[in-house]
């Protein structure tokens, strides 16, 4: 936890191990949201809203304890934030769907399939040839991912509709980022956060709305639940690592979730873990090791 900051990537990206742990972390508690998802009793897209609904009193309280210059979301800025704002809810309306027609390893990596998006254009934005050693980590990324989801990933024409929803989320998704990683340079999270999500929220209930679904649950437990962790933890420590890592790095970690995924069905529901199963952390840790230190390069 004491290790020095690695000489930047690019302008304003310097992260320690702390800035690793909390984005890490942060792909952790956003890996819990299909199983909360599943277990709501409203519509999908419904439940994205209340995820977002129940969040946002505490966003604007935490928002309001930051510097008064981080807090001050205007011209430029405040059209990015917004503009992340819609993306975020078209994301959420996507995947929720997608959720709720797919299985959830499909859902976890269709999902994160804008991560390919974040790493292609952090090298068009360093306008440079990639490196080796990120050519690597970016096939031991994938690779990692795809041997992790191989065995439960079936394309078939019951699940087709949701994967496609899934990949559709995974576009809005990595639009979501690039736009709230340059505001994020000079604004707070929770400001970032509280701004987006009142972009996000009407969106969302519009949408459920359209569909017809069931807006009141009549047990909140899921949806607090879901709240927290994927709005306030996930998101929160999410937001707060753009500002300390370059496109790249984000997009290895957001790929982090099928492992996650993985791992939860192994302790929660006893699925066990197969040699390949095992290879593909391996790789996914590598990926991250390897991306840490082409960083410094």
């Not at 047990?219 to 994927?230: G, K």
């Amino acid at each position: 936890m004491a290790h020095a900051p690695a000489a930047p990537h690019s302008p304003g990206h310097e992260w320690t191990a702390r800035h690793l742990a909390a984005l890490l972390m942060a792909n952790f508690a956003l890996a819990l949201g299909p199983w909360l998802v599943r277990l709501a009793d409203t519509g999908p897209v419904a439940a994205g809203f209340w995820r977002l609904g129940l969040a946002l009193p505490v966003l604007l309280l935490l928002s309001s304890r930051e510097p008064i210059e981080q807090r001050s979301v205007r011209g430029a800025a405040l059209a990015l934030v917004l503009g992340g704002g819609v993306f975020f809810a078209l994301d959420l309306a996507s995947w929720h769907v997608g959720i709720e027609t797919t299985k959830l390893g499909n859902a976890s990596l269709f999902g994160n399939g804008g991560s390919v998006i974040l790493m292609a254009w952090g090298l068009i934005a360093a306008r440079r040839s990639p490196r080796m050693l990120e050519l690597t980590a970016i096939a031991s990324a994938l690779g990692g991912a795809a041997l992790l989801m191989g065995g439960s990933l079936e394309i078939s024409r019951a699940n087709l509709i949701g994967d496609l929803f899934c990949a559709l989320a995974g576009f809005f998704y990595a639009f979501y980022i690039l736009m709230l990683n340059s505001a994020r340079a000079k604004l707070g999270q929770f400001s970032v956060l509280a701004v987006s999500v009142c972009a996000s929220a009407p969106v969302m209930l519009g949408i459920a709305a359209l569909r017809g679904e069931t807006i009141m649950p009549q047990d909140w437990t899921p949806l607090i639940a879901l709240a927290f962790s994927s709005q306030l933890v996930g998101q929160g420590l999410l937001i707060y690592s753009l500002r300390h890592f370059p496109p790249l790095m984000i997009g290895l970690a957001l790929l982090t979730q099928p492992a996650v995924s993985s791992t939860m069905g192994w302790l929660a529901f006893g699925e066990t873990l197969t040699p390949l199963d095992v290879l593909g952390m391996v790789l996914l840790a590598a990926a991250l090791v390897m991306a840490r230190l082409g960083d410094r390069g």
